[in-house]
């Protein structure tokens, strides 16, 4: 797009300067002087009735303003009306579809879970089944890619769909009709006690839909004894301001600063806490790696500025442009950087970045990585301003969270031997195979108590060794003693996750091996 761009300029420069030996005359064209992109129009214009051959105008327009919104910073983006949809769906909270939760597994999909109350459901689809055909069209071992499966089953809300489902004990193919509908997405993952006073809740994005999901869990935690709370907002690339407000004002007191915003054509203005929220006396640590973004830096602010609870992780992303949303009539749309947010006492959330350099603001967290900054917390250090909280604790500026406990990536327990597990996919395979394989009493398991006690039956450890064997892919004794805790604390949590319990077992049974949870829960006892 960039070679389109300069290709295009560099046109119209030459033919500018060349142009009197092939015409008689030079065509001057007016440009308006007090709107000087006035002459970006005049440029298509000139393209569109005098170019050497024909142009799809609005095809090159749509080429060429990606590249405009590129060149201003790294968050401002133009999106076309195909996308929109795509774009506004994990803000929305909701999509349109049939409601299933699926993998590919040798070329198949196979349906793991449904949504309840969703249309498949009502249509009767059950985990386990395999969707061999979508309206007539055989999907299962021609290679159809995930995208693609998932624009077949999806649609307008009220129209149907047709699949054809494989399924244990039926020798023929159930053909099941679906009407489609609106599927709620969670954003809170996963809400459970660690223990008898600590609950832990996992923040995916900050939708619509975030702040009532989130009252929902705390409820449901304190009703069983919450006192202490670990949110997890590892990985959240962030989302709707308003979100990030309602869910740290839940922690904090009347008149405490959340976030302000300020840009050089929108005022400062200031988001204070209103003294509503429910969890100001519980006690609180905050999960963040390098993938919390936007949303999550504004809360982790916060609650660092406010001194009102702990930040365990590493440094955050940094991006801390606001981006208004423009709607254009073609159903296309602009989201343009209009603010920087700022934590109360005064820090840029945003990370430097150079214009025109797109490409090194992605490479940055890479360059983290060179540098040492995910296992080393000397590495992590700031040399920017400080600044100091109301208890008198320094923070830094620079761009992005710097945590109070820093916990460096883990990667204890991989070796070649786990690696090769990776490249094989043998994990999930096993997972996939034991799950099948005792349907009918996982998909009856309805807490995590349940789960794990079903688990205690099961060496799943010896019987996933012989899995890889057969598979020929061994470990040596060494590197099974290494790997093993990781790799039996990844099979329960696939197989828990292809339970009623959902994502609450891909967290619970994994938390002996996640070391920032664990530090975190060391905060509170």
């Known amino acids: 797009m960039k070679k389109k761009w300069v290709s295009l300029m560099a046109f119209l420069v030459v033919g500018i300067s060349i142009g009197s030996y092939f015409t008689r005359s030079q065509r001057v064209v007016s440009i308006d002087e007090e709107r000087e992109w006035g002459k970006l129009a005049l440029i298509f214009q000139q393209i569109e009735e005098n170019y050497v051959d024909s142009v799809n105008i609005g095809e090159l327009i749509e080429n060429t303003l990606p590249f405009l919104t ?255 949303p423009i709607l254009f009539s073609d159903q296309s749309g602009l989201r343009l950087s209009v603010a920087r947010y700022y934590t109360p006492t005064g820090r840029s959330i945003q990370k430097p970045y150079k214009k025109n350099s797109y490409r090194d603001y992605e490479n940055e967290l890479y360059e983290r990585f060179l540098r040492g900054e995910m296992y080393s917390s000397d590495s992590s250090k700031f040399t920017g301003q400080r600044y100091y909280t109301p208890k008198g604790k320094v923070v830094y500026g620079g761009g992005g969270i710097m945590p109070d406990v820093f916990v460096p990536d883990d990667t204890s327990g991989v070796n070649d031997y786990t690696r090769t597990l990776s490249r094989r996919n043998l994990i999930y395979r096993f997972a996939l195979q034991f799950t099948d394989r005792h349907r009918n009493v996982l998909n009856n398991i309805q807490t995590l108590d349940e789960l794990q006690r079903y688990f205690s039956n099961y060496k799943l450890d010896a019987l996933f060794r012989d899995f890889a064997a057969a598979s020929s892919v061994t470990a040596t004794d060494e590197q099974w003693a290494a790997s093993r805790e990781l790799i039996n604390a990844s099979l329960r949590a696939y197989i828990g996750r292809n339970t009623p319990v959902e994502d609450v077992a891909l967290y619970a049974m994994t938390v002996d091996i996640d070391p920032a949870a664990k530090a975190a829960l060391n905060l509170f006892n």
Not at 221 to 229: F, V
């Open 70 to 324: 590129e060149v201003l910073d790294p968050h401002s983006m133009y999106i076309p009306a195909k996308d929109m949809a795509d774009a506004n769906e994990s803000i929305e909270g909701n999509f349109e579809g049939i409601g299933i939760v699926f993998n590919m597994s040798n070329d198949t999909v196979v349906v793991m879970n449904v949504v309840a109350g969703g249309p498949a459901e009502r249509a009767g689809i059950q985990p386990g089944d395999r969707i061999i055909t979508v309206d007539e069209a055989v999907i299962a071992g021609r290679g159809v890619e995930r995208e693609a499966v998932v624009k077949m089953l999806r649609g307008e809300r009220g129209s149907q769909v047709t699949v054809g489902i494989a399924r244990s004990g039926e020798d023929a193919l159930v053909q099941v009709i679906i009407g489609r509908d609106k599927i709620p997405v969670k954003s809170v993952d996963a809400a459970y006690m660690m223990d008898d006073a600590t609950g832990f809740i996992k923040i995916s994005k900050f939708s619509k839909t975030t702040h009532r999901e989130f009252i929902a869990a705390i409820e449901l935690l304190q009703k069983n004894g919450m006192k202490n709370l670990i949110l997890d907002l590892r990985g959240n690339t962030g989302g709707l301001l308003e979100q990030a407000f309602q869910i740290a004002n839940e922690f904090l007191d009347n008149g405490n600063m959340i976030v302000y915003t300020e840009g050089r054509a929108r005022p400062r203005y200031e988001y204070l806490a209103t003294s509503q929220g429910s969890c100001r006396h519980i006690r609180l640590a905050v999960l963040i790696d390098e993938g919390s973004a936007s949303a999550s830096e504004i809360v982790a602010g916060a609650i660092q500025d406010n001194d009102r609870g702990t930040i365990v992780g590493r440094r955050s992303f940094g991006k801390g442009l606001v981006q208004e």
